[in-house]
């Protein structure tokens, strides 16, 4: 079964730093485009990163340019979302999915920012 797990949310003061693991299972994650994506409180989904497979290209939303870093580790078949400086819009529930989306969403992690 194919199943994406994010983790590594929280709360947070503004400026602070989260970092966000993605594992996969049931299939192999360097075949795969991947993106991390979030959601906010009544909003909809927004894309805010993509890694190319192999690592050679990564693309950011502009709201988060500068501040988060996506990378991913095949050997380990897990994305990472290192998140910087941290301001409260940030707050949201972060997913991780191929780009463009095609596998099943999973349950996503609550990042809150807030002091």
């Known amino acids: 079964q194919l199943q994406l797990v994010e983790s590594g949310g929280g709360l947070v003061q503004p400026g602070g730093s989260l970092r966000l693991s993605c594992a996969a299972s049931?299939?192999?994650?360097?075949?795969?485009?991947m993106g991390w994506f979030r959601q906010a409180p009544g909003k909809e989904r927004e894309g805010v990163s993509l890694i190319t497979r192999d690592s050679s290209t990564t693309n950011y939303a502009d709201s988060v340019k500068g501040r988060f870093t996506i990378s991913r580790d095949n050997s380990k078949n897990t994305v990472y979302l290192q998140m910087n400086n941290l301001k409260p819009e940030d707050t949201a529930v972060y997913y991780c999915?191929?780009?463009?989306?095609?596998?099943?969403w999973g349950q996503g992690t609550q990042v809150t920012v807030s002091s």
């Open positions: 049931g299939f192999t994650l360097d075949y795969y485009a």
């Open positions: 999915n191929a780009d463009p989306p095609s596998i099943r």
